[in-house]
């Protein structure tokens, strides 16, 4: 309500008729302004998102092979799920995926972002470090089968220059799995820290400037007001981290394949190898609905352990 519409009721005046009708219209047009900047999202999420999930919690419940019709089995490819080895035996490998990766990548990104907030700003820097990034998955990979190839790769000149012995890599199946986080974290490590640097830029100068006029080092400085400060940030990657590393598919895709003795055989592409090699769309679509769940779980608990909907700046 305005000052002037205030007044007027405070004196006792009959207010215009139009003043309803005027607020209900421009919320009217407002929702409507809103709606339509999110209609592109909104299709996209539909169209690629939900839509898929709903048919693929429906095959969960078939057994189909693509080529006859589907068989309604009820929950047998979920029980099927729960006694499957393999399956577990993925769900392991992944999780030590996302142990090897997650760790070293949030550090190592949270690293070079106060380097870069506390030393140099350019934007040269920054546009280096996005640079893996906006390299498909799928030429990174190749590129790095190349670079870690036993023989001819240039990783293995390296070593034999440095008088090292060859190292498999890829082809080794306790080597393989760290191979593949390190491939992963140097393509994602420079996006997350440009989003550290993004919320270092939100803290105010002055909490740097009053705890420097107290004497604190820089490392007290990024322990007490750094960090704190950046929890909702920390939340984000840390959670949109893992989500991505229990999905990790492409690398393993053009350089394991699985392999070596099951060693990189994550969930992913089991759930690929069941559906689209076995033809058991069904099994493979009930795996990937237990993915889901088993990403929601996290990533519930995670919101909930970072509470990410809240600032110390606030």
Known sequence: ??????????????????????????????????WLFILASLVGFLGFYALPLVRNLAISFTRWNMLSPAHPVGLGNYARVLHDPLFWNSLKVTVEYVL??????????LFLAVVMARMTRSIVVRGILILPYLIPPVVVGLVWLLMLNPTLGIIDILLRLLGLPRQPFLGSAI???PSIAGINNWEYTGFNAILFYAGLQTVPESLYEAASLDGASEWRMFWTISLPLLRPVTAFVVITSIIGSFQVFDTIAVTTMGGPINATRVVVWYIYEQAFRQFSMGYGAAIATVLFIVLAAISLVQFRLFRAGSSELQ
């Open 1 to 34: 309500m305005s000052v002037t519409v205030r007044s007027q009721v405070l004196q006792g005046k009959r207010l215009p008729r139009d003043v309803p009708v005027r607020k209900v219209h421009r919320r009217s047009a407002d929702a409507a302004a809103g």
């Open 100 to 109: 090897f990766n997650i760790p070293l990548q949030t550090v190592f990104a």
């Open 175 to 177: 080597q393989a799995m």
